[in-house]
């Protein structure tokens, strides 16, 4: 079984990771768990989420780690900083949006990554922020084991982690994709009613 950990934080935004969660959970490969620093956390949304794991809790296998944006992630904690550096030197899959970005080029773990984010003027004053050229302004960037994405781009951060992690062949996740970003009949048209 493959365990995705989805680090989410008070204030998260409950719009961006249930795709890619929902995902997952559904297949029988695959497992998603919570962590946090606290024990229960409140999205923007007012969804109350009771946490799997306390940062120091956390498993020693993460096959999958995913950073939900939100409004808390001006955050110091070392334990958490070093997760993420030890995962992105071992090659291991991590996925960011939105205010998560911020929190890696806060912390300098983008550096020697082509990444995107919300902005770069909220980085400006970053001292760890050490590779502005390599920012593309499009809605995710996949680089070798890290997928960043703004915080408009769900879906499309989506589609780029189950990519990174190979979930599924390319002309079966097209479609999976495309049903949720076309219009249902749309989507039917072309592929067929999938219920």
């Known amino acids: 079984m493959k365990t995705a950990i989805f680090f989410i934080l008070n204030e998260y935004a409950d719009w961006k990771g249930p795709y890619l969660s929902s995902q997952l959970n559904q297949n029988s490969e695959w497992t998603v768990k919570t962590a946090s620093f606290s024990d229960e956390v409140t999205s923007i949304g007012g969804f109350k989420t009771i946490i799997d794991y306390q940062i120091d809790e956390l498993p020693e296998k993460i096959d999958l780690l995913i950073l939900i944006g939100g409004n808390s992630w ?11 550096s030890d995962r992105l030197k071992s090659d291991q899959p991590v996925g960011a949006i939105c205010g998560a ?3 890696l080029a806060k912390n300098g773990l983008l550096s020697g990554y082509q990444h995107t984010g919300n902005s770069q003027a909220i ?33 499309d951060f989506t589609e780029a982690v189950l990519k990174l992690i190979q979930f599924l062949p390319d002309k079966q996740l097209k479609p999976l994709i495309e049903l949720y970003d076309n219009v249902f009949y749309e989507y039917c048209k072309k592929y067929g009613n999938p219920f």
């Open 74 to 84: 001006d955050v110091k904690n070392e334990t958490l900083r070093k997760l993420i």
């Open 101 to 103: 970005v911020d929190y």
């Open 123 to 155: 980085w400006k004053n970053y001292s760890e922020y050490n590779n502005p050229d390599q920012f593309l302004p499009q809605q995710v960037v996949s680089d070798r084991n890290l997928v960043t994405a703004n915080g408009t781009a769900a879906l």
